[in-house]
């Protein structure tokens, strides 16, 4: 199985940037007790503040579509369409050396 990357961008309601990486800090923690988690970073926008992008990995694309599937997701991810100025974007990527 060859590991993945997914890039996720989110944007924040102005009012809503602490709240925000406060639900994402939370979701990177129970990310990071799945199995087939890899690593994770978050990333802050220069030119926008309300730009939070993610980039975790995973052992593949089936562990992650696991992890989106899971009951554990759907709890740190509760409540997050009100804190979004926009959906957010996300992209899968094939590992490489």
Do not use: C
Request: aromatic share 8%; glycine share 6%.
């Amino acid at each position: 199985m060859a590991m993945v990357g997914v890039l996720t961008h989110h944007w924040a309601k102005a009012d809503k940037i602490a709240e925000a990486k406060a639900l994402l800090e939370g979701n990177g923690q129970a990310q990071s007790r799945a199995p087939g988690f890899g690593a994770r970073q978050t990333f802050i926008s220069l030119s926008d503040p309300t730009k939070i992008s993610t980039l975790v990995t995973w052992d593949s694309n089936e562990i992650y579509d696991a992890w989106r599937a899971s009951p554990e997701r759907a709890v740190a991810m509760a409540g997050a369409d009100e804190l979004w100025a926009r959906p957010p974007e996300s992209e899968r990527f094939q590992m490489q050396d």
